[in-house]
Nanobody
Framework: QAQLVESGGRLVQTGDSLRLSCVRS????????MAWFRQAPGQEREFVAA????????EIDDSVKGRFTISRDNAKNTLYLQMNNLKPEDSAIYYC????????????????WGKGTLVTVSS
């Protein structure tokens, strides 16, 4: 059974950079659309970024556009989220998700989720 496992979350300062990783163990990510979502305390989970199966196309939420970059390495079965110029409002649990083929902002379409990694940005 394939599992998504996120890593890289930690406590950082405002303005710092951080790279999150998500490995799909027990199965590859080739042919699967991949995405990052996040959920802050007391808030609903929200879309952050998504990437096509090839990695050539991405969709980034306006709230992080220009600061966050999503990428993937199919050979390593790994999805990345590079986060620059972090702000306190970026504090959340970050989840990766995948599904065959499709990529996009609608979480209901994803059938495979990790347990999340916590990012805390102090002011």
């Amino acid at each position: 059974q394939a599992q998504l496992v996120e890593s890289g979350g930690r406590l950082v300062q405002t303005g710092d950079s951080l790279r999150l990783s998500c490995v799909r163990s027990g199965g590859g990510i080739s042919g699967r659309g991949m995405a990052w979502f996040r959920q802050a305390p007391g808030q609903e989970r929200e879309f952050v970024a998504a990437i096509s199966t090839s990695g050539k196309d991405t969709e980034i939420d306006d709230s992080v556009k220009g600061r966050f970059t999503i990428s993937r390495d199919n050979a390593k079965n790994t999805l990345y989220l590079q986060m620059n110029n972090l702000k306190p409002e970026d504090s959340a649990i970050y989840y990766c998700a995948s599904r065959p083929g499709y990529y996009g902002p609608d979480e209901i379409d994803y059938d495979d989720w990790g347990k999340g990694t916590l990012v805390t940005v102090s002011s």
